[in-house]
Nanobody, 124 residues
Framework: QVSLVESGGGLVQPGGSLRLNCAFF????????IGWFRQAPGMQREYIASISTSGDDTWYADSVKGRFTASKVNAKNTAYLQLNRLKFEDTAVYSCAAAFGGSHLIPSSRYDYWGQGTQVTVSS
């Protein structure tokens, strides 16, 4: 059974930080690039970050660049998304996805497996 399980979401004040975890089960994460997505209520899903199979290369959407950081620890079969300087508009369900052999520059349609998501709420 292949699955991605996100955790680490929660309620945080503006300017605060969270670290999201994406645990990969049933496959070896070192062979997969990982993408991060978010979807706010009533909005389309937004592709916000990705990291290559090796973890050496990353890409970020302009909306999160300089505030969010994607990483992987292949030995733990887990990817991470560090969220810093959070804003009200970052409130959304955050999901990770995995693409076999993908680079950090692939379209969202290229992803093979998807997690269920974790809620991030930024509120004062």
């Amino acid at each position: 059974q292949v699955s991605l399980v996100e955790s680490g979401g929660g309620l945080v004040q503006p300017g605060g930080s969270l670290r999201l975890n994406c645990a990969f089960f049933g496959r070896t994460i070192s062979s997969y690039s990982i993408g991060w997505f978010r979807q706010a209520p009533g909005m389309q899903r937004e592709y916000i970050a990705s990291i290559s199979t090796s973890g050496d290369d990353t890409w970020y959407a302009d909306s999160v660049k300089g505030r969010f950081t994607a990483s992987k620890v292949n030995a733990k079969n887990t990817a991470y998304l560090q969220l810093n300087r959070l804003k009200f508009e970052d409130t959304a369900v955050y999901s990770c996805a995995a693409a076999f052999g993908g680079s950090h520059l692939i379209p969202s349609s290229r992803y093979d497996y998807w997690g269920q998501g974790t809620q991030v709420t930024v509120s004062s």
